[in-house]
């Protein structure tokens, strides 16, 4: 998104995430700063920033095209809120976060 809005002067991009799986927007408990996905984490109040990749000893397969880092110029603060409820079993919580991207 970075490089679409950096390439397209005047632009503003969004990403938007939408999910009930709460483990994309609460810090994880005993958060692994060694885990493979460590640097992708969405949670609540993280900022994605600077350079962020799958680390070096990542298991076979979990790199794939994806192993060059992605360098990013801004900071985006990941901001979750409330989208809606359903009854039933299991996540039943739904939560979103945009983030706007200006250069």
């Known amino acids: 998104m970075e490089r679409f809005v950096r390439a397209n002067p005047g632009s503003v ?7 009930n799986e709460e483990f994309y927007w609460k810090r994880p408990r005993r958060a692994n700063p060694n885990a493979n996905d460590a640097e992708f984490r969405i949670y609540e109040g ?3 920033r600077n350079t962020i ?9 979990t790199k794939g095209k994806h192993a060059s880092p992605l360098i990013l110029i801004g900071s985006h603060s990941m901001q979750w809120a409330d989208y809606s409820e359903i009854e ?11 983030v706007e991207i200006r250069l």
Do not use: D, H, M, N
């Open 13 to 19: 991009g969004y990403a938007i995430f939408l999910t």
């Open 88 to 98: 039933g079993k299991g996540a039943s919580v739904f939560r979103y976060a945009v």
């Open 46 to 48: 993280c900022i994605l």
């Open 53 to 61: 990749g799958w680390k070096e000893k990542a298991a076979a397969g």
